[in-house]
């Protein structure tokens, strides 16, 4: 199943991580092992994302929601950590380890939420590079055609390294949101006082509250990011020797993409400061309706973050349907392969990228609705994952002496526990409207 | 072979020059630096199904259920919004 091109490319990966070890070149290694954290992280900074950032920080202003942004971070690295483990130890990749340790069934009902939760996030993801584009009046249909040509390109070099490398420097332009909050001025003092007391607190936590605070933890913590972190792992190469980089990058990762949504938030609390409603507005109506506080280079510098998360997110949201769809069929799945040698893999990357795409810019398409339903969806099918991914961790024929420790499983079920009740609450305020915390 | 001798071995191969073909040309050192990553594959081959406890079967029973009945939720939210 691993071709020859495959092994030659991870070896060669490989090798330049055993030299920089060998010559204790540490800044060089971390250089080598960075890639799937930064990405994932980073990548879940993605259109929808962003637009929940935006809307909590113009419906609610600087206070509870700057420091839930950072424990949700928190909660991601916690998961997200485990994934490193299971990766570097089994060399495996999530689905397949799903699939052998529980069996067909199981695995059936997880491959399921992934693929529907994947590609309902796809089409708010064409839907952010179409609203970013819109901007700039560029028209939809050339907006999602210029994003595949970009995606595709990335797919071009047939080697997982030069993709990551790509990847990288288009998601290190998410930190763009951070210039956007500095030219909102914002009151330092009033950050600093909400980072460490989680106030002022919303005037009550009724259904529009809840469905932004899910919408912000689904921002940050969704099932596609244990695929996608596993498959990249796996894919990278990277071993048990290198769990320290691995865990370094998660945690950069979740550092970088905390701040870069916490800026979105400053960047849009103007809005609520000027009690402008913002609850129906869309990403290019922030870019717009920010550009009295920001000026037009924060406007523009807003709308290009907002098709850049689109950008990357489409492309790792992809590759991890991709990298699943080859472990459950058990199809080569590297992105070290040409498309010869992976035809599957890349039919599924292509194909699930083309459809999304061409559903956005069908007309009356309802695109606000997607994107305010998509994180909350990702939120509610994550509970199922996080329990796979607890015994998985847990499981001490896969993981040996890397098994989760007591206090990671404390964690681990905290951030299940935490997930679960919070779409209980948003389930109370569905079913009983007047249902207020 | 331990990552001291592997890593000595790799260094004396001036890596920053080597191209993917010449890497190819070498299969002995592709399965030496990926020796890891073969007997960790090899491992995972071997793995069968993991036996589920009635405990575990039913939290996972609880949790695909709890899945359910928030996509109806989220079905009753959406049809909420349209109206």
Known sequence: ?437 | MSIEQLAAQVSNVVVDRMTLTEVKARPELVAEVLLEQREAAKRMERLTLRPLSRGLRGLMWLLRLYVLFMIAVVTINVIQIFH
């Open chain 1, 1 to 437: 199943m691993v071709s020859d091109r495959e092994n030659a490319a991870r070896a060669l990966d490989r090798m330049r991580v055993l030299d920089a070890k060998r010559k204790r070149q540490w800044g060089k290694l971390l250089w080598l092992l960075i890639g799937p954290g930064v990405l994932v992280m980073l990548g879940e900074n993605d259109a929808p994302s962003m637009l929940s950032y935006a809307a909590t920080g113009s419906q609610f202003g600087i206070g509870f929601f700057l420091p839930f942004i950072f424990l949700t971070f928190a909660m991601a690295y916690v998961a997200q950590e485990i994934t490193v483990r299971l990766g570097a130890v089994s060399q495996a990749g999530h689905a397949e380890l799903i699939y052998r340790r529980f069996g067909r069934f199981w695995g059936n009902f997880a491959m399921i939420d992934l693929f529907f939760t994947n590609f309902l996030t796809l089409l708010t993801e064409f839907v952010g590079i179409v609203a970013g584009a819109g901007f700039f009046g560029i028209p939809d249909y050339y907006a999602v055609s210029g994003g595949l040509i970009v995606i595709f390109l990335a797919f071009m070099f047939r080697r997982y390294w030069s993709w990551e490398r790509m990847v990288l420097g288009l998601a290190l332009f998410n930190l763009v949101f951070i210039p956007v909050a500095l030219l909102s001025h914002p009151n330092w003092n009033s950050v600093v006082y909400s980072l460490f007391t989680f106030r002022p607190l919303p005037s009550g936590f009724g259904s529009q509250t809840i469905v932004l605070l899910l919408a912000d933890i689904g921002a940050t913590i969704t099932p596609w990011m244990l695929f996608f972190q596993q498959g990249a792992i796996t894919d990278k190469g990277l071993s048990i020797r290198d769990l320290k980089q691995g865990r370094i990058d998660t945690a950069l990762g979740a550092g970088l993409a905390a701040l870069a949504a916490m800026a979105t938030v400053v960047a849009t609390a103007p809005l609520f400061v000027h009690h402008m409603d913002a609850s129906q507005f869309g990403a290019a109506q922030f870019a717009q309706a920010i550009e009295p506080y920001v000026g037009h280079v924060g406007a523009t510098l807003f709308a290009l973050g907002i098709l850049e998360a689109g950008l990357v997110a489409a492309t790792t949201i992809s590759t991890s349907s991709a990298y699943t769809f080859g472990e459950v069929r058990r199809k080569a799945h590297s992105l070290n392969l040409p498309f010869r040698e992976a035809k599957p893999f890349y039919f599924t990357l292509f194909a699930v990228l083309v459809l999304a795409g061409g559903i956005v810019v069908l007309p009356g398409f309802p695109l606000e609705l997607v994107v305010i339903i998509v994180n909350v969806i990702a939120v509610l099918t994550m509970p199922p994952a996080i329990g796979f991914l607890l015994i998985l961790a847990n499981d001490k024929e896969i993981m040996n002496r890397h098994a989760n420790t007591l206090t990671l499983n404390i964690l681990g079920i905290g951030v299940g526990v935490f997930i679960s009740l919070a779409g209980i609450i948003y389930a109370l305020t569905v079913i009983f409207p007047s249902f207020h915390l």
